[in-house]
Structures are given as structure tokens and as C-alpha cells.
């Protein structure tokens, strides 16, 4: 499946941007998909995920209660809503995909076989 990230943008701290993933070539069924994030130097992080039958969402702690992350299967898309957004917000977001992850690898980057191309968040202060 090709993955198409959208929605980045710069937005003032107190904002909020919604992301979108895309899927292309095939379904999006039957996938878990997750959002990491990456600023420049540092590893991709963790940010949310959720398995193929949208029951169980899961999120990296430090950012609970401001983002969630949901699928509409019928138009193929996985969405971030991201409130109240914080200046260490910025950073470059992805998506990924798999239709293997166990639970337990939800948050692993090397479980992911399938990733966007990215979308830049930048936050200002």
C-alpha cells in the first residue's frame, strides 16, 4: 500500500492542524496505522496508532488528551487531530502502515513496512 501524508502547515501554539493519510493501490482494511514524528537530528518517535478495526487507539503518554487519531475506511484515510499544539509539536510527521503488527509493536518503528512521505508541522510561539 503507498501512503500519501497531508494536512502539515505552520499553525500558532494554542492551534490545532488535522492530518491525513492517504492510502493508494489498496485498502487501507485490514492495516494498523500509526503516525511518528521526527525532528531533524533526532529518531522518529511514536505518536499514535490504530489497529484495522479502529477498537483500540493507542498513543505515546506525553500526548493524551491533545491528539487522536481515527480512520474512515470508507474513503481509505487515517486522520491526526492535533489540539492545542505545543512549539515541541514541530516537527515532521509520517505515517505507516502494516498489516502484521502485534499490539506489542504498535509503537515500533521496524513494524512498519509501509511509510508516507511525510508532512511538515511547524508551531510558533
Known amino acids: 500500500v503507498q501512503l500519501q501524508a497531508s494536512g502539515g502547515g505552520l499553525v500558532q501554539a494554542g492551534g490545532s492542524l488535522s492530518l491525513s493519510c492517504a492510502a493508494s493501490?489498496?485498502?487501507?482494511?485490514?492495516?494498523?496505522v500509526a503516525w511518528f514524528r521526527q525532528v531533524p537530528g533526532e529518531e522518529r518517535m511514536f505518536v499514535a496508532a490504530?489497529?484495522?478495526?479502529?477498537?483500540?487507539?493507542y498513543y505515546t503518554n506525553s500526548l493524551k488528551g491533545r491528539f487522536t487519531i481515527s480512520r474512515d475506511n470508507a474513503e481509505n484515510t487515517v486522520n491526526l487531530q492535533m489540539n492545542s499544539l505545543r512549539p515541541e509539536d514541530t516537527a515532521v510527521y509520517y505515517c505507516a502502515a502494516s498489516s502484521s503488527v502485534i499490539q506489542s509493536s504498535l509503537s515500533s518503528r521496524a513494524a512498519y513496512a509501509n511509510w508516507g512521505q511525510g508532512t511538515q508541522v511547524t508551531v510558533s510561539s
Open positions: 493501490g489498496r485498502t487501507f482494511r485490514g492495516y494498523s
Open positions: 490504530i489497529k484495522w478495526n479502529s477498537r483500540h487507539t
